[in-house]
């Protein structure tokens, strides 16, 4: 593993990315970017109001409109291909950047934070352009004496607002923009205040180090979540791609609504882990372990683990050793798999979850609370609840922090029942020592992926998304690319 970067040796671009040109903010204002890790201000970014908005709206409108972007598919691939190396050439910035800003643990850098994304984010929706079926031939029709031949087209949406979380902010925006730009489409970028410069680098490389036509990408920052709300109101803009809470993506649902904005939703989830009572669980459950991975900051990361009732003490007595054993602490220290919470905020709300899973019931074997050796920086300790009725808010509720809850079930209909008692249906696993009967309980989960003895689905081509409240559309596999494209049937007279 190469030595990451130091803080603060990572060249943080401050603008913002409007019509082609690095800006600042309309009125000369900026926010402050704050470590999670230390508390300490990282330095500033422009603090984007409603006029930058406007123009870049504008912009990007006009780019979809006036430019080749929507038709030049060359143009596209090799803008794509551009941008991938690009980025790959500033991935150890990157990945310091994304340490610090967003308190990523480094080794998660080397997984779903950066390399893993960064590996195919623009290439395969780049490789894609050739290969994606534009166009399909239907048979003749005969309607009213007519025969008429007969095509189904895709064709880009149009103008994109893609609205970016703090929690995986480098891979939730180059699985956006990917396909976005890939399919056609122009776009108005929008990351989370918590973690703007990740997408600043991007706006700055994609000025500097690639043919994409000005207007085609803007990226705005701002301290005002309303800022971005304008996207969702603005007739200008045809679609939102929004990743982040179920509330938030309820709130661009409605607002959207009198323009009637196609959206895309990656939302919330509490995604289950079966285990089977014929799984070997000193193997398995080691895995569970991996809710605490960038302090639970992660939607898809199974937060409930089901144990047979028959090897329920057996069971806890291994997840109490593998909670207790997650190195947390210092991001930049290469052995910890959980860092910081994002915020003050955010770690208070963590504590206002544990603390009415105790209320509630729920057998508190580890963690609780603020760690005594922790003072400084947002950190909440490793944190397992056993005997948790899928009743209680604790089994019902997205945490994202670093809490693990475990309930008992019966057979295998019961595990399925309580896995899918949920309103969010974003993600699973399943453990068993038959194939056939883990493929079996997969198969009633209903979730969008599911990990089946510790296989994983993640890649540029795979979709990803959820049922229920955790959202609609796919990110990413050629689901991903169909719903940034509209679709037009044509028929003329033979
Ligand atoms: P959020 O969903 O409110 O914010 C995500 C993004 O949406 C940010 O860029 C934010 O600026 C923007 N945003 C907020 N309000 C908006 C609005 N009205 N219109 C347009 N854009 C808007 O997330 P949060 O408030 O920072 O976190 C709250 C909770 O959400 C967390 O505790 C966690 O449970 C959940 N969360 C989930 C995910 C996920 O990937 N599923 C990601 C982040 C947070």
Redesign the pocket.
Known sequence: MPEPHAQGDFAPERRMLIGGELVGSSDGAEFDNLNPATEQVLGQVADGTKADMDRAIASARHAFDESPWSTDRALRRRCLEQLQEAIEAEREQLRAELVAEAGAPVAVTYLAQLDWPLADAFRWPAKMIDEFPWERQLSDGDLMGVTSKRLVRKEPVGVVGA??????PFE?TANKLGPILAMGNTVVL?????TPWNATRIGRLIAERTDIPAGVVNVVT?SD??V??V??LDPRVDMIS????????R??ME?GAATLKKVFL????KSAMIVCDDADLATVLPTAGAVCMHAG???ALQTRVLLPRSRYAEGVEILTAVMQNIPYGDPTDPTVLSGPQ?SAL?RD??QGHIDRAVEQGARLVLGGGRPAHLPTGYYIEPTLFADVDSSMAIAQE???GPVLAVIPYEDDDDAVRIANDSAYGLSGGVFSGSHDRAMAIANRMRTGSVGVNGGLWYGADSPYGGYKSSGAGRQNGIEGLEQYCETKALGWSA
């Open positions: 609205i970016v979380p703090w929690n995986f939730v929008k990351p989370a205040p918590d701002s979540h309303l971005g709300e996207l969702t929004f990743t982040g809470s179920t509330a938030t993506g709130r661009i607002r990656e939302l919330g989830g900051q992660g939607c994002i955010q709300r963590v997205e945490v994202f």
